[in-house]
C-alpha cells in the first residue's frame, strides 16, 4: 500500500520548448510561445485534481547565457501570458507569487507580473508560484543573507536558527514542501531548481517536451505518484 501520497504542491521544470520547435523545423521562440499555451491547460488540470500549490520554473540564473532575442521573445508570451490568464485567475480565486529576483527582468514584465501578484493577493483557492530568474543556490544566499543580518540587528539568536524557520526566509514562504517534480523532455536532473523545497520531494521525469505535456500526461503522473511510497526516513507498515 503507498503511502503519504496526498499531492498538494507539485513543481515543474518545463523543458524541452527548443527541442519541440527544432523538431518541426521552427525557431526555439515558437517552442516557447507553445510552452506558455501549455501552462493553461497544465493549471486547469491541477485545479480540477485538487491540488493547492503549482511552482512552474520559467526562466533560471543561468537562462541569462541564452541569446538576448530569445530571453526578450520569452518574456513577451510570459506578459501575454498573465494578461491573458489574470481575469480568470482572479475568477479562480487563484493567488499569484513569484520566485526569484524580478528586478533583473524587463521593466515592462517586472510591471505585469507585480500587477498580477498584487491583484490576486487576497486570493485564497490555489497558489500559482512563477519562478523568474529563479536559482536554488542563490535563494539559500539570500535567505542566509537575511538571517544573518536578524542575528546582527539582534531581532534573532543564532540558536533560532532551525529547519522551520528557514522556510520563511525562502521565496516560498508559508507554502508547503513540494511533493512531486514533473520535468518534461527527458532531462533528469533538478537545474538548480527548489534544492531545499525538493528534499523531500517524488520526481517524474516523462520523455515528453513541455509542449506536448498535456492533462492526459499529467493525469499519468499524477498515477505514478499515488503508488508511489513515500517512507521519509522510517519502515514500512508492514515491517514493524
Ligand atoms: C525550457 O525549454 C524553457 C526554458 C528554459 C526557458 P528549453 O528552451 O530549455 O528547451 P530545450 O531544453 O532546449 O529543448
Ligand atoms: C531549466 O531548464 C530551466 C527552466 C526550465 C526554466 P534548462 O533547459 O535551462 O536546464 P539545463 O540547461 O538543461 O540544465
Ligand atoms: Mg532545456
Excluded at 503511502?3 to 521544470?13: G, S, W
Excluded at 518545463?14 to 501552462?39: I, Y
Excluded at 491540488?51 to 526562466?59: C, D, G, P, R, W
Excluded at 510570459?78 to 528586478?103: N, P, Q, V
Amino acid at each position: 500500500m503507498a503511502k503519504n501520497t496526498k499531492l498538494t504542491h507539485i513543481a515543474f521544470i518545463m523543458d524541452g520548448n527548443g527541442r519541440w520547435a527544432k523538431a518541426r523545423n521552427l525557431p526555439r521562440t515558437a517552442g516557447h510561445k507553445a510552452g506558455c499555451d501549455r501552462v493553461t491547460d497544465i493549471y486547469e488540470e491541477c485545479l480540477a485534481q485538487d491540488i493547492k500549490v503549482i511552482s512552474l520554473y520559467a526562466f533560471s540564473t543561468e537562462n541569462w547565457n541564452r541569446p538576448k532575442s530569445e530571453i526578450s521573445q520569452l518574456f513577451k508570451y510570459l506578459e501575454i501570458f498573465f494578461k491573458k490568464e489574470i481575469d480568470r485567475m482572479l475568477r479562480d480565486g487563484t493567488k499569484i507569487i513569484a520566485s526569484g529576483d524580478l528586478s533583473r527582468l524587463p521593466k515592462k514584465t517586472q510591471e505585469i507580473v507585480k500587477e498580477a501578484i498584487k491583484r490576486t493577493e487576497n486570493c485564497g483557492n490555489f497558489t500559482f508560484n512563477i519562478c523568474l530568474n529563479y536559482g536554488g543556490k542563490a535563494e539559500i544566499i539570500r535567505a542566509t543573507k537575511l538571517i544573518a543580518q536578524e542575528v546582527l540587528d539582534k531581532k534573532i539568536s543564532i540558536d533560532d536558527i532551525n529547519e522551520e524557520m528557514y522556510d520563511n526566509y525562502l521565496y516560498t514562504k508559508g507554502l508547503p514542501p513540494v511533493d512531486l517534480l514533473i520535468r518534461t523532455s527527458g532531462e533528469q536532473r533538478t537545474s538548480n531548481y527548489m534544492p531545499w523545497q525538493l528534499c523531500y520531494a517524488e520526481m517524474i521525469f516523462p520523455k515528453t517536451p513541455w509542449p506536448d505535456f498535456d492533462k492526459e500526461e499529467l493525469r499519468k503522473c499524477i498515477d505514478i505518484y499515488k503508488n508511489r511510497d513515500r517512507r521519509y526516513g522510517a519502515i514500512k507498515d508492514e515491517e514493524e
